[in-house]
């Protein structure tokens, strides 16, 4: 890890309760080839051994944060306290693979009207065996996911701060990821790398803190809308796009109230 002062890239990692990943989510972030990074974690009051690994970690670029006011509320708090020019969003229950800092950072290097780049995400069970992948979409494909569902995986994706800040933050509401990407493509590019460098925790359960159906299904279908005002849509795409986010509001509805 380098010394200066402002690094180049804030690892900003939310908690709770996560005393059997936090240990090997911020060894990956030690593991990477690139360097110039400080980690910040923020625990939402975990009553478990997670806040105490933490501050075991010999590592003089790594502060531990609470916020106890919700998910959004604490990533706000990581964003806020950050040094970094770009901001890696990443789960404890999550690991960085090989080159992810580094390749994610090139990209915005290079593409300075980009505000996030994320990456393919692979799930693994709790023994370590990797169960399925997901793609990261590019081009034009990512620009169809944007009306149906978040088209960069949260865990993955590394932010420009600058616009981060340009958009007010994380909204404290469901889907409230989704909701900050379709605001930053507004006035930014959304880019992907379509490889898998992040990998998590295949989840048996849905929703997360606070979830609710009827409050979740109307924030999605409103943010997918609103992906329909914000991307740049040709007279040909824009009827082909209505239909795809009113098909996606009726199969998301059908799950979330039916299952």
Known sequence: MDDSASPR?????PTL????????????VKSQSF?????IVCDAGSSDDTTDIVKSQIAPDLRLLTDTNGLMSQYNTLCNAANGEYLSIFDADSEMLSGKLEKQVQVLDENPAAAAVGTGLRFRDR????????EAPTGDELKWMAIR??????TTVLLRSEAVAST?????RP???YDLMI????????????????QTIERTSRGGRNFSPSRSFYHNTSIGFRALLTMDWSVTEAPIALTKRVGASVHLAYNMFTT
């Open 183 to 198: 605001r930053l493509a507004k006035n930014w590019e959304l880019m992907n790398i379509n490889e898998p460098l992040t």
């Open 175 to 177: 889907f409230g990821d």
């Open 35 to 39: 360097s110039d990074y400080e980690i």
């Open 17 to 28: 309760n996560e005393e059997e990943n936090i240990q090997r989510a911020i060894d990956s």
């Open 168 to 172: 007010g933050g994380y909204r404290r």
């Open 149 to 154: 569902t978040n088209p960069l995986h949260h």
């Open 127 to 134: 023994s370590g065996e990797v169960v399925r992948e997901l």
């Open 9 to 13: 890239v804030s690892v900003l990692i």
